[in-house]
Every structure is written in structure tokens, then in C-alpha cells.
């Protein structure tokens, strides 16, 4: 088996989508069996390996988060030849020892959306052909979150090893009840982002794995409520941490050789289709 080569997809979120990170930058507007990308795709390199780099809503960010064309983004990794896709997402915090600025390496999701498109295999024209009934568990790559977490101890930065998120649909924050339900399930993180785009990256092939930064404590603490302003906040204090942790993260996958879980991901695809 030859040996595949590494492409990692960047997907950023809110104030992590800087092209600066990529070095011999070279855009491309894309379009896909699923309309057109949410931006300009990016390519370029860090630290000597080939990424792409996407601002999930747009460089201006004016799609909110229902309006993501999750699946044009993802199916346009493909198209580029990313066999990971790294992404970063805003959260609340759910968990009291989840504090504002710390970083969460997921490894579960909880689907609250009510309004996407989760599939590529939708039976219309042009799209894939049959269904996939592809397996969730897990959900994101285990040998990329491992080089994630890695990473994010090497900078000493604060990491949680585990996280589930609740994704909402947005754009409007929850509400008390809603919060302390999402608590009750055993929520780490909620969030708007995640879903479908951990599944559609399932369905892709790709290795996929999320960097949360937490933002705020959702609504459930008596003494803080979310706001938009306090997030841009913490975000503004803590987004090199995840800059600094993409840029190490990124060398470190191309160290490994990741042919057998690429094809894994592959052939997990083709075995559940119908």
C-alpha cells in the first residue's frame, strides 16, 4: 500500500479563520454538487505542509450559523484532496471546571439542530448515489484528537481531554431551562457549529477532530449570562492559543504515517452504504 500523503483541512470559526497561518497563500472560489463554499478556500502551507484553510461563516462573517453551507465546505475539502479536516469552534461552558479560555478536544456530540442539511446521500440529482447509514461512534478521529491533546500540553495550555458539545440551532443563545436540561444530559460544551458538520466529514472519509474554545458559561450560573460582547472578549485573550496550537498540531500530523486510517475511514464508508 502506498503511502497517502497528508492534507489537512482548517476550518475556522469565529476569529480563527486568519489566512496569515498559511505561508505562499493562493485562493480558490469553488463551487460543488452542493452549491458553493462558505469562502474563498485558501491553500498554502504550514510549517512545510500542504493545508486548506476556510472561515466557516465567511471572511466577513455574515452567515449565520443555519445558512452554513456545511456541506459545500466539506465536499470542497474533498474535492482539494484533505485527508483530515481540524476544526475550531466557540463554545459555552456547561461544567463549572470548564472555564473561559480553556480548550476542549471533543469526542462527543449531542444533535439539537433542527434546520440542516446532515447527509450527502440525499437521493437528488447529481449527489452521491445510494444511502449511507454511516456509523457515529466515535465520532472524530481518536489518533488526531491524541496529537491535539499532545499538542495543547506541550504549549502548557489548559486542555480537557474529553467533551461532549450540545449543538443548537442558533443564532440566538439558550434560555435557563434549556441550558440546565442540556446539563442534565451530561453536555460538556454547547455550541452551533458541530452538527452536520462531524457528520459530513464521516460520510467524506475524512479524519476529523474539533478544538473548542470556551467562550462563556452558557446561562446557567445565577452571576453570568452570555453575551455576545463578553465572547468577542475572551476570544480576543485567548485565540493565539489556538493559533499556536493549529501551527504545532499541523507538523506533528505529518510526522505520522496515516495511510491505514485513511483508507479505514474510506472503507468504513463503502461498508455502510445500501
Known amino acids: 500500500m502506498s503511502k497517502v500523503p497528508v492534507k489537512i483541512g482548517i476550518i475556522g470559526g469565529s476569529g480563527l479563520d486568519d489566512p496569515d497561518l498559511l505561508e505562499n497563500r493562493v485562493e ?4 460543488t454538487p452542493f452549491g458553493s463554499p462558505s469562502d474563498a478556500l485558501i ?15 465567511g471572511r466577513k462573517h455574515n452567515i449565520n450559523p443555519t445558512n452554513v453551507n456545511y456541506r459545500a465546505n466539506v465536499w470542497a475539502m474533498k ?7 481540524v476544526v475550531t469552534s466557540a463554545t459555552g461552558s456547561l461544567r463549572e471546571e470548564v472555564k473561559r479560555g480553556d480548550i476542549v478536544i471533543l469526542d462527543g456530540f449531542i444533535d439539537r439542530t433542527t434546520k440542516r442539511e446532515t447527509t450527502f446521500y440525499d437521493g437528488k440529482e447529481g449527489h452521491p448515489e445510494r444511502v449511507c447509514h454511516v456509523p457515529m461512534h466515535p465520532a472524530f478521529c481518536e489518533r488526531t484528537r491524541q496529537v491535539l491533546i499532545e499538542t495543547a500540553k506541550a504549549l502548557g495550555v489548559s486542555v ?14 439558550s434560555s435557563r431551562a434549556e441550558s440546565e436540561m442540556f446539563r442534565s444530559w451530561g453536555g460538556t460544551l454547547v455550541g452551533m457549529t458541530q452538527v452536520p458538520e462531524v ?11 474539533t478544538v473548542a474554545m470556551v467562550t462563556d458559561y452558557d446561562c446557567w450560573k445565577d452571576s453570568e449570562c452570555v453575551s455576545t460582547g463578553e465572547v468577542l472578549k475572551t476570544f480576543q485573550e485567548n485565540v493565539w492559543k489556538v493559533k499556536n496550537l493549529l501551527i504545532d498540531a499541523v507538523a506533528k500530523i505529518a510526522e505520522q504515517d496515516w495511510t491505514e486510517t485513511v483508507q479505514a475511514a474510506r472503507e468504513l464508508v463503502k461498508s455502510n452504504m445500501m
Request: hydrophobic share 40%.
Open 43 to 57: 491553500e498554502g502551507k504550514i510549517r512545510g505542509v500542504d493545508c486548506v484553510l476556510l472561515a466557516r461563516h
Open 199 to 209: 457528520c459530513l466529514a464521516k460520510e467524506a472519509g475524512l479524519l476529523y477532530a
Open 28 to 31: 480558490k472560489f469553488m463551487t
Open 79 to 85: 474535492m482539494l484532496g484533505c485527508t483530515h479536516l
Open 160 to 173: 480537557h481531554e474529553r467533551g461532549t458539545v450540545v449543538t443548537i440551532e442558533g443564532p440566538r443563545f
